[in-house]
């Protein structure tokens, strides 16, 4: 189990290593490619410039696995993660695995870095919600400034580009990133899209949807895009309003999902001696197993219920 441990843990102080290097090797050719037929248009031009320098290629699911690990940051608001971040998240948890390991034994190691796990992913993704709500509100002001450029007579081009300017926050770093890729030869409509799945933002997969059809039947996307705004600013008073008056509910349903689970992490940590005997016995190795699928199948249960009220 020692041997077990100690090889995960170089394990994960080599991932991280290797995430590094290669961010290191690929930031300054690769930081604006966001979508997967884009990343291959532009590693098609790069290869004939660099393949005498690129001898050594990243594997094809590996190279998927760090794009999908970009895109992770890029929806917390990190644009260019660099060595550092990945090194401040993996030496800590490693750290405390090992402290574990010495102190508690092998049950307590992997408790600990299950909970650690958790705890990163669980500070990400507050990060991540609170983003998507400061974009979400400021979408209705930038649709509005599209609004008035396109009433005077700009194209919805052209008057996209001149919106960004206008735009503060993280919506200004989504807006960038499409604006770079219309630059580079991609259509407004598809590079809002590629963006929108990127950082999950349907709202804005909406407008490029409305920015498409005014691209190829015409019409009036002006009236469109101020009929979405003013219902995306009715809708975001009406969620805050429910979100007020169901707050007990919901802060309710994370307590009772959460609670079983850093409850049992904890016992694992520093009573692993109940388990190890449990999970020797035949009838606590079925409660156990019994109560791990009790756990997701109410965790789930918990979850629709706080993301429907």
Same mark, same amino acid.
């Given at each position: 189990?020692?041997?077990?441990?100690?090889?995960?843990?170089?394990?994960?102080?080599?991932?991280?290593?290797?995430?590094?290097?290669?961010?290191?090797?690929?930031?300054?050719?690769?930081?604006?490619?966001?979508?997967?037929?884009?990343?291959?248009?532009?590693?098609?031009?790069?290869?004939?410039?660099?393949?005498?320098?690129? !001898? @050594?290629?990243?594997?094809?699911?590996?190279?998927?696995?760090?794009?999908?690990?970009?895109?992770?940051?890029?929806?917390?608001?990190?644009?260019?993660?660099?060595?550092?971040? *990945?090194?401040?998240?993996?030496?800590?948890?490693?750290?405390? $695995?090992?402290?574990?390991?010495?102190?508690?034994?092998?049950?307590?190691?992997?408790?600990?870095?299950?909970?650690? $796990? =958790?705890?990163? *992913?669980? *500070?990400?993704?507050?990060?991540?919600?609170?983003?998507?709500?400061?974009?979400?509100?400021?979408?209705?002001?930038?649709?509005? $400034?599209?609004?008035?450029?396109? !009433?005077?007579?700009?194209?919805?081009?052209?008057?996209?580009? !001149?919106?960004?300017?206008? !735009?503060?926050?993280?919506?200004? =770093?989504?807006?960038?990133?499409?604006?770079?890729?219309?630059?580079?030869?991609?259509?407004?409509?598809?590079?809002?899209?590629?963006?929108?799945?990127?950082?999950?933002?349907?709202?804005?997969?909406?407008?490029?949807?409305?920015?498409?059809?005014?691209?190829?039947?015409?019409?009036?996307?002006?009236?469109?895009?101020?009929?979405?705004?003013?219902?995306?600013?009715?809708?975001?008073?009406?969620? @805050?309003?429910?979100?007020?008056?169901?707050?007990?509910?919901?802060?309710?349903?994370?307590? =009772?999902?959460?609670?079983?689970?850093?409850?049992?992490?904890?016992?694992?940590?520093? @009573?692993?001696?109940?388990?190890? @005997?449990?999970?020797?016995?035949?009838?606590?190795?079925?409660?156990?197993?019994?109560?791990?699928?009790?756990?997701?199948?109410?965790?789930?249960?918990?979850?629709?219920?706080?993301?429907?009220?």
């Amino acid at each position: 189990m020692h041997i077990a441990l100690w090889l995960l843990a170089a394990a994960l102080l080599l991932t991280g290593t290797g995430l590094w290097l290669w961010q290191r090797a690929q930031q300054r050719s690769q930081q604006d490619v966001s979508a997967a037929f884009v990343n291959r248009q532009l590693q098609g031009m790069q290869q004939a410039q660099k393949e005498p320098q690129d !001898t @050594n290629q990243v594997a094809p699911q590996l190279q998927v696995s760090i794009e999908a690990l970009r895109h992770f940051f890029l929806r917390a608001g990190i644009q260019h993660p660099s060595g550092k971040l *990945y090194l401040q998240l993996l030496l800590p948890g490693i750290g405390l $695995t090992l402290l574990a390991l010495i102190l508690g034994g092998g049950l307590s190691a992997i408790g600990t870095l299950l909970l650690y $796990t =958790m705890l990163v *992913y669980f *500070y990400f993704w507050l990060r991540i919600a609170k983003l998507q709500r400061t974009m979400l509100r400021q979408l209705p002001g930038f649709l509005d $400034t599209l609004v008035r450029l396109v !009433t005077i007579g700009n194209s919805i081009g052209s008057a996209f580009q !001149t919106g960004i300017l206008s !735009t503060e926050g993280p919506l200004r =770093m989504v807006l960038d990133r499409a604006n770079r890729q219309v630059q580079a030869g991609v259509e407004l409509e598809h590079a809002l899209r590629l963006q929108a799945a990127i950082y999950r933002f349907k709202e804005l997969d909406l407008v490029a949807a409305v920015i498409g059809v005014s691209s190829r039947f015409g019409g009036r996307s002006d009236l469109v895009l101020e009929r979405m705004a003013a219902f995306m600013r009715d809708l975001e008073h009406a969620q @805050n309003e429910l979100a007020s008056l169901s707050a007990e509910i919901r802060l309710s349903a994370w307590i =009772m999902g959460i609670l079983p689970i850093a409850i049992g992490i904890f016992l694992i940590i520093f @009573n692993n001696n109940m388990f190890a @005997n449990m999970w020797q016995d035949p009838v606590g190795k079925n409660m156990l197993i019994g109560a791990v699928v009790l756990e997701v199948v109410g965790s789930y249960g918990l979850y629709r219920l706080a993301k429907t009220v």
